[in-house]
């Protein structure tokens, strides 16, 4: 017998028996199924929280106060360690290969406008921001450079903090009260949207020092950094740390490169991909033991069919054969049932919910599928040796 002829042999038990063939294969549908919509998920996840890290380009390197290796020293010498300032944020700019420098202190405080108030995210900020955080100005202009005297009590509004407080009127040059400062309005920035749950656009930009005295810090929470894509950024390290090493007297701060926030982001969120997949596995195993129960049924319930098999010439490598392409085939029917329950539900939740993260990893779809046939063959070599060697005459005997 051919392996064609066994193939349709094998179709033809299958199908002769559809209520128990379906049964059988649901296991491997709804375990393939949720194999592929929980890795979309985490695939669609897994992209969003990668492009959220890289809208603000891929050159940017933070500064840190404070060394987050103490390489076994006392906790004591916490307290020695020399905070940042605006002033090494402005050293840190004039590097070779770094094309600007921002301090940064955020906190959150009562704004007032006439007689609208409200609570917003303020950040201190320096007069790269547009340049290092790629933001766009909507009108007016950004905070002026005060590298070299103090800054001026400025301020510009993220578009949702302004379309709250001024509805479609301009606020430039008007008086906005944060806490119990007042400033001028000079800009209004451009829509942002969210990052990893946070609204750049309700939000109040004013210089750093000026949000330092308002929140009563005396460290810059990081210094951003941009620079140069033409340079490795271990060049852009070592010469920061020399200058903050020379203005500090030793490395009492950390560096933390958007390389290495992503390649940690990225392990996190594979691990979290993989571990999703996982749990549609648990249903495949599920899938496999159904296969191996129903197969082992089917050799009890056609021995007398094997005796007759045997009895005409069909040799044991026939009968196993005809078992496993059994037991492949409706691994391979529960397969490309579950890929098509699972791209369509995945494909309508698309459709529903756009903003809801969904990807489809097509790695682990193929990779899904073919654990099914694995899984088939898997389940069906048992069944499928005891079926071919039965013996011939005791198998007709029992018909």
Request: proline letters at 3%.
């Amino acid at each position: 017998m051919s392996w064609l002829d066994t193939l349709m042999l094998a179709r033809t038990s299958v199908f002769s028996h559809k209520q128990r063939s379906l049964l059988t294969a649901l296991g491997l549908i709804i375990g393939i199924a949720a194999v592929v919509i929980l890795t979309a998920i985490g695939q669609g996840i897994h992209r969003f929280v990668l492009a959220e890290f890289t809208q603000f380009g891929t050159h940017l390197l933070a500064v840190f106060p404070g060394k987050t290796t103490t390489f076994g020293l006392s906790g004591a010498t916490i307290s020695t360690v020399r905070p940042l300032s605006v002033a090494d944020a402005v050293s840190l700019g004039r590097l070779d290969n770094v094309v600007a420098a921002m301090p940064l202190v955020q906190g959150n405080a009562r704004i007032e406008a006439g007689n609208r108030q409200r609570r917003a995210n303020v950040f201190g900020v320096g007069a790269a921001l547009p340049q290092v955080w790629q933001l766009g100005v909507a009108s007016g202009r950004f905070l002026p450079d005060s590298a070299d005297h103090a800054s001026r009590a400025f301020a510009v509004l993220g578009s949702k903090v302004y379309r709250e407080l001024y509805g479609r009127s301009s606020p430039l040059g008007q008086r906005l009260r944060i806490g119990n400062d007042r400033f001028r309005i000079v800009g209004v920035m451009e829509a942002k949207g969210q990052m990893l749950g946070f609204d750049l656009d309700d939000t109040v930009f004013v210089a750093a020092d000026k949000a330092m005295e308002m929140f009563d810090r005396q460290s810059l929470m990081e210094i951003d950094l941009l620079y140069s894509g033409e340079v490795s950024v271990a060049t852009v390290e070592q010469a920061i740390k020399r200058r903050l090493i020379a203005r500090h007297g030793s490395e009492d701060f950390t560096l933390v490169s958007q390389n290495q926030m992503l390649e940690k982001m990225d392990s996190v969120l594979g691990v979290l991909t993989m571990a999703v997949g996982a749990l549609g596995g648990i249903s495949l195993l599920v899938g496999s033991v159904g296969i191996l129960t129903i197969m082992t049924i089917a050799v009890s319930e056609r021995v007398g069919e094997i005796g007759l098999l045997r009895a005409i010439g069909a040799e044991r490598g026939t009968v196993f054969r005809l078992f496993l392409s059994e037991a492949l085939l409706l691994s391979m029917s529960g397969g490309l049932g579950g890929l098509a329950v699972g791209v369509g539900v995945v494909l309508a939740v698309r459709a529903l919910l756009p903003g809801l993260p969904v990807e489809l990893a097509w790695g682990y779809l193929i990779s899904a599928f073919f654990l099914s046939l694995a899984i088939g063959v898997a389940a069906g070599v048992v069944p499928a040796i005891r079926a071919a060697r039965l013996n011939p005459l005791r198998a007709l005997r029992t018909e």
